[in-house]
Nanobody, 127 residues
């Protein structure tokens, strides 16, 4: 089993930056593919970023490419989402997620294949 605990959300002005962290407990963290999703009020949950078990492959939604960066530290059992040049449309509850096993590139964006989820953290970007 894996438990995911998130931190780092908050309120920021347009153009600002925030860093989200997700700390995992349990064994075999390094064997998990990881992703970040978000859900704005009234919208469906959407894929934000993904990272392979060794950090060599990363994936981003078109809306955040060039602004967000996903990374992981397997020694600390932590995955990060560095968010820069934030926009009001980035306002949402952000969730980290973990999948045990290997994913092809097309599967990182599918929320239904992830095994574990963080509790979510609010990110609000003011105009």
């Amino acid at each position: 089993q894996v438990q995911l605990v998130q931190s780092g959300g908050g309120l920021v002005q347009t153009g600002g930056s925030l860093r989200l962290a997700c700390v995992a407990s349990g064994r075999t963290f390094s064997s998990h593919e990881l992703g970040w999703f978000r859900q704005a009020e009234g919208n469906e949950r959407e894929f934000v970023a993904g990272i392979s078990w060794n950090g060599e492959n990363t994936y981003y939604s078109d809306s955040v490419k060039g602004r967000f960066a996903i990374s992981r530290d397997n020694e600390k059992n932590t995955v990060y989402l560095q968010m820069s040049q934030l926009k009001p449309e980035d306002t949402a509850v952000y969730y980290c997620a973990a999948h045990l096993g290997l994913l092809g590139s097309r599967y990182y964006s599918r929320d239904d294949i992830y095994d574990y989820w963080g509790q979510g953290t609010q990110v609000t970007v003011s105009s």
